[in-house]
């Protein structure tokens, strides 16, 4: 609304818009020279960038090959299916971020959850964590006694009980013309 | 079959739908009349009738001549469906009058017969109300069909069933050799294997659970093991087979339920969805099943 209390008109609406779409342009100019000046300074000088330092990074897992083999990552997930049933849910976490980003990502593999371009932790741990949760509820259910029966055991007629009566089991093959008809 | 040996009455069940119970029931019968000399007789006990109206449409002719139509209308029209025959089973006070011949068993090939669906069995929970009064309906009716003189001697019966606990999958499950449970690689068709394992069995008490062989069924695979000449599964339906058989091996341990998880698998083809119609197993999937039947004719002989 406009200081008259007004609803702004469409002319209004489209002015601002194009104001936006101009600051916008600016601002990603400006970014776009921030970003190359911080490059050069970082290369000269890259103890001087605290935050932008690569230090404390997950190497690259195409660079770093798993140290398990595959068997050993299902034995491994074994463990934390058993680990996470019996209520250690943190103890799975800690066995988790202590893994390698390598070995994590080998896991999930096994696991035949999908990798994605560029795996990275925070994206496997959620992909590892969903299997065991999947794992946990396939093995999980919940039964409620069945009725009461009267039925004994041994009760069922034999298989070849009908064998007795002859003549309720001959038919005629040819046709049904003699069949029973429906009682109301 | 050897005179007066009962045939093998095998189930497939699963109260999941969509993971393949009439397909794999359909290419189960049609791989084990292609032995010789076995004889096959095949139920379809869900009132959907996929099964009924597959074999409808599979009637390789080459002509427009509805033979199995023409049968099934009659067969409605005399009365001579198995929703008769539960009629007849039901009836209170009266013997199970219901002659079987060649009128309720319709002949495939000669080595492999059906028992039509009707839509009544929808109704049949409605109807019957005694859950008892039904348990050995399938028990007889085989009973019937085996000591029928002028019928075929059969050595597998085998029972489409629907995907949840009927009357009639009551009556099958108290009588059966074995259960077939197919599951399919992903969450939601596993889900249910725990389910039916923990709780069939007290729904069939005190008959004895009969044997259960659960197997995975359109897995996913890439490429054949270099040394063993078998399919891979795909890590992610191998992840879906190690739970499902984990389920499986705990029920049998803490369960005492017979059941095993098969290593044979059924791959997943888009050419088996015609399997039925189109007149049989795909070519490349024979060997799938008859790994599967292997392995099942085994378990159910120990």
């Known amino acids: ?184 | 079959m050897p005179s007066g040996q009962s045939p093998k009455l095998i189930a497939t069940i699963n109260f999941k739908g969509g993971v393949g119970k009439t397909t794999v029931t359909w290419c189960m019968a049609d791989t084990l009349a292609l032995f010789p000399n076995q004889r096959v007789l095949m139920f379809d006990l869900d009132a959907q009738m996929s099964l009924t109206q597959a074999i409808a449409l599979n009637e390789d002719s080459g002509r427009l001549e509805d033979r199995f139509g023409k049968w099934y209308e009659i067969a409605v029209q005399r009365k001579r469906t198995i929703f008769d025959a539960i009629e007849a089973f039901t009836r209170p006070g009266s013997t199970f009058n219901f002659p079987v011949g060649f009128d309720v068993v319709y002949q495939i090939s000669d080595q492999l017969h059906f028992v039509p669906s009707v839509e009544d069995l929808y109704w049949l929970e409605l109807e019957v109300f005694d859950r008892d009064s039904m348990r050995d309906f399938i028990r007889r009716l085989i009973g019937k069909i085996t000591n029928t003189p002028k019928m075929s001697k059969y050595h597998y019966v085998l029972f489409d069933c629907p995907p949840s606990f009927t009357l009639l999958s009551y009556s099958v499950l108290t009588c059966a050799d074995l259960v077939l449970i197919p599951v399919n690689p992903d969450f939601f068709a596993s889900r249910g294997t725990s389910l039916i394992l923990n709780s069939l069995k007290m729904r069939i008490e005190p008959h004895p659970l009969p044997k259960i062989g659960v197997f995975m069924n359109k897995t996913k695979t890439f490429g054949r093991d270099a040394s063993t000449g078998k399919w891979r599964p795909t890590n992610e339906s191998a992840f879906y087979m190690r739970e499902v058989g984990r389920v499986c091996s705990e029920a049998s341990k803490h369960e005492n339920i017979d059941v095993r998880f098969f290593d044979s698998f059924i791959r997943e083809r888009v050419g088996i969805k015609r399997a039925i119609t189109g007149g049989g197993v795909p070519a490349d999937l024979v060997p799938d099943f008859r790994a599967l039947w292997q392995e099942s004719k085994e378990f159910l002989s120990q």
């Not at chain 1, 609304?1 to 818009?17: C, H, I, K, S, Y």
């Not at chain 1, 100019?29 to 990074?57: A, H, M, T």
């Not at chain 1, 590892?128 to 949760?133: D, F, I, S, V, Y």
């Open chain 1, 1 to 184: 609304m406009n200081e008259r209390g007004e609803l702004p008109t469409q002319e209004d609406v489209a002015a601002l818009a194009a104001e936006v779409r101009e600051l916008k342009e600016v601002l990603r100019e400006v970014s776009g020279k921030l970003g190359r000046i911080e490059k050069r300074l970082r290369f000269f000088f890259p103890d001087s960038f605290p935050g932008g330092s690569r230090k404390g990074k997950e190497p690259d897992i195409r660079e770093n090959p798993p140290s398990i083999t595959p068997q050993q990552a299902l034995d491994l997930y074994s463990e934390l299916v058993r680990m996470a049933r019996s209520g250690q849910e943190q103890e799975v976490e800690a066995r988790v971020t202590a893994m390698s980003l390598a070995d994590l990502a080998l896991l999930v593999k096994e696991l035949g959850a999908p990798l994605g371009k560029k795996p990275s932790r925070t994206g496997l741990t959620k992909s590892l964590m969903g299997r065991l949760k999947e794992s946990i509820m396939l093995s999980r259910h919940t039964s409620r006694p069945g009725p009461d029966h009267s039925v004994r055991q041994g009760e069922s007629a034999p298989l070849g009980e009908d064998a007795a009566n002859p003549e309720e089991t001959a038919t005629d093959l040819t046709g049904a013309d003699k069949s029973p008809q429906r009682s109301s």
